[in-house]
């Protein structure tokens, strides 16, 4: 299976190598991308939140559409911002869709990779490859560097070098974004694999040390490409957001968190600035806040709640998952601070693995999305009429 679809890919290579020299206009317009562009000495290498208009060119991206497949911008599913980058095709047309990064080459380094992406059929095909100047599918220096992919609803990577094989990672599910976080030590050749499910906050998969598809130390690498089924024998349809391509963590995204965040409303909503604590210290406001709250009146002033709220917020990043609970709750029947004070029982929900509750509380002020047949039988996702936004309340 690898060698045919080796030849697959092979057998396009050139034709690929001559027209990504020539701008794509009408593909890049339809695409409707935002490209950042930055100077020889950033860090971004390349950055995409599939917003806006962006030309194409031999210093950005070349979209490949076929003549039923579609590379461009929907509004269906997206990360951040109002739109992501949807990438579909239908077989037996004997082409393929693409989109392909081009970006500075590196020769040394480590070079990190982000993106989201969400998959509407994990049985159907994805496959992302990094790459050198000597093009895809070739396992020379300078070659194929990194080969991820779907294939019969397991998501795995070609890794060994010589005795390169596919190794299985996990079963993806269908509509839920996956932050791929990638880590590619050009010198070693080898990379770091981290894959994050929205709404865990563990990694699905996590490693370490992999050997590169091509096996070569000091592989250097400057394309990058997200296609769907190489031998044209099936349908696909996935989206990706917000792509970046840099050579400093400094400038990467957190993963999720929890549902929507990357940080929880804890850290996102203290009621003053944390200071840090030594354990006896800590253990002591542990302590005051059980009196604090055992002798807590319905007209406390703004002080005193805020003291508690204060001491609550230490005791859920210190784990003390129990006694921030109570204090939560208690406050959470204060007007004054009712609408932070529910989004940080969310964070509580979330550690306690109550789904529906988390959810609950945080569709209360930032809206749900619900999926709703269309009248072409499209799955498609609306807000509702009345979304509130939690800024404007907390």
């Not at 190489?230 to 990706?240: C, I, K, P, Q, T």
């Amino acid at each position: 299976m690898l060698a045919k679809t080796l030849a697959a890919w092979s057998s396009l290579s050139l034709v690929l190598l001559v027209l990504a020299t020539v701008a794509s206009l009408r593909a890049a317009e339809s695409a409707n991308l935002h490209h950042q562009n930055h100077s020889e000495a950033s860090p971004i290498l390349a950055e995409y939140d599939f917003e806006w208009q962006s030309p194409s060119g031999p210093d950005t991206f070349w979209v490949r559409q076929s003549g039923d497949g579609e590379v461009a911008l929907s509004n269906a599913f997206r990360v951040s911002g109002a739109r992501s980058l949807h990438i579909s095709e239908v077989p037996g047309n004997r082409d393929f869709a693409e989109f392909l990064a081009y970006f500075r080459e590196c020769r040394e380094g480590t070079v990190f990779i982000q993106y989201y992406l969400l998959l509407t059929d994990p049985e159907q095909r994805f496959n992302f490859g990094l790459a050198g100047q000597e093009w895809f599918l070739n396992m020379e220096k300078n070659g194929h560097a990194i080969w991820l992919q779907t294939y019969d609803g397991v998501f795995r990577h070609l890794t060994g070098g010589e005795n390169r094989d596919w190794q299985q990672l996990f079963a993806p599910r269908p509509f839920v974004w996956y932050f791929v976080d990638l880590v590619y030590h050009v010198d070693a050749g080898r990379y770091d694999l981290a894959i994050y499910e929205e709404g865990v906050e563990d990694p699905v998969i996590d490693l370490r040390g992999a050997s590169s598809a091509n096996g070569h130390a000091g592989s250097s690498v400057k394309y990058l490409s997200l296609i769907g089924d190489l031998e044209d024998a099936g349908r696909f349809d996935f989206f990706v957001d917000d792509l970046i391509i840099a050579t400093d963590p400094a400038v990467l995204q957190l993963p999720f968190v929890a549902p929507g965040r990357r940080w929880t409303f804890v850290e996102m909503l203290p009621v003053e600035p944390r200071r840090e604590l030594g354990d006896q210290e800590r253990a002591d406001l542990f302590r005051q806040a059980q009196r604090w709250l055992d002798e807590l009146s319905d007209r406390a002033d703004r002080a005193a709640l805020d003291r508690l709220e204060a001491a609550a917020d230490e005791a859920f990043l210190a784990g003390e998952i129990d006694l921030a609970e109570e204090v939560y709750e208690r406050l959470s029947e204060f007007n004054l601070r009712r609408a932070r004070i529910l989004l940080k029982l969310a964070d509580i929900k979330h550690l306690h693995g109550d789904v529906e509750g988390e959810r609950e509380l945080r569709e209360m002020f930032y809206g749900r999305l619900d999926y709703e047949e269309d009248t072409r039988g499209r799955v498609t996702r609306s807000a509702p009429d009345t979304a509130q936004r939690a800024s404007s309340q907390v």
